[in-house]
């Protein structure tokens, strides 16, 4: 049963448009959750973290977001850049050192 | 979905002795497998990629005699940390790639390597 789940396994957007990625956990243990951007044959590169106490962390074009009673988050990306096509990673912590990984959601972004 | 699992998936150890660390990818064919090394609240760090019949490469830092990689089948690759040291602690996570697309890439669980 997967604890960390991403439900779109792609998504295709506009340059100069919002990207909205989203991530669903199962465990209300996870108080810590990580978002990574990955390119082919590349190891994933961190973007940006958010703690539970905490339900908006903005960091330049991306900003996660996150709803503990729904036990979701969302990735956006204003405004999408053809350099943002890669696959995204959410992962989740219940002690900020062991990570349970979504199974990513490729996102395009088209010229 | 494809499924990569990790054993063990905790491990302590004391220092100076070697621990080998498993990855399977359970219902498909890896052609390449990475190693990473998860450092706490930050970015996973590749280790090496590892290619089915052929030597890892390792990237820049990590040592190649330190960790030991092997990847003796297309469902298998192992890491072996060898002369271990408290320094080595860390969260040890693989995965393991189709081949069919870059995209499709498959985390295992973990390893959570505790030196002592």
């Known amino acids: 049963d997967q604890q960390v789940k991403q439900n779109s396994p792609s998504l295709s957007v506009q340059e100069g448009r919002i990207s909205i990625l989203n991530c669903d956990y199962t465990?209300?243990?996870?108080?810590?959750f990580l978002w990574y951007k990955k390119y082919p044959a590349e190891g994933p590169t961190f973007l940006i973290s958010?703690?539970?106490?905490?339900d908006k962390n903005e960091d330049g074009r991306f900003t996660v977001f996150l709803n503990k009673s729904a036990k979701h988050l969302s990735l956006h990306i204003v405004p999408s850049q053809p350099g943002d096509s890669a696959v995204y990673f959410c992962a989740a912590s219940g002690d900020g050192q062991n990570f349970v990984f979504g199974p990513g959601t490729r996102l395009s972004v088209l010229p | 979905g494809a499924v990569v699992s990790q054993h063990p998936s905790r491990v302590i150890c004391k220092s100076g002795t070697s621990v080998k660390i498993e990855c399977r990818s359970l219902?498909?064919?890896?052609?390449?497998m990475f190693w990473y090394r998860q450092f706490p609240k930050q970015s996973l760090m590749l280790m090496a990629t590892?290619?089915?019949?052929?030597?890892?490469?390792?990237e820049q830092g990590v040592e190649k005699d330190k960790f030991l990689i092997n990847h003796a089948s297309l469902t298998l690759s192992t890491l072996t940390v060898t002369s271990a040291h408290p320094e080595d602690s860390s969260f040890y996570i693989c995965?393991?790639?189709?081949?069919?697309?870059?995209?499709?890439?498959?985390f295992g669980p973990g390893t959570r390597l505790t030196v002592t």
């Open positions: 590892s290619n089915e019949g052929s030597k890892a490469t390792y």
């Open positions: 958010i703690s539970s106490i905490k």
């Open positions: 465990n209300s243990m996870f108080d810590y």
């Open positions: 219902d498909f064919q890896a052609t390449t």
């Open positions: 995965s393991a790639h189709t081949g069919t697309s870059a995209y499709e890439q498959y």
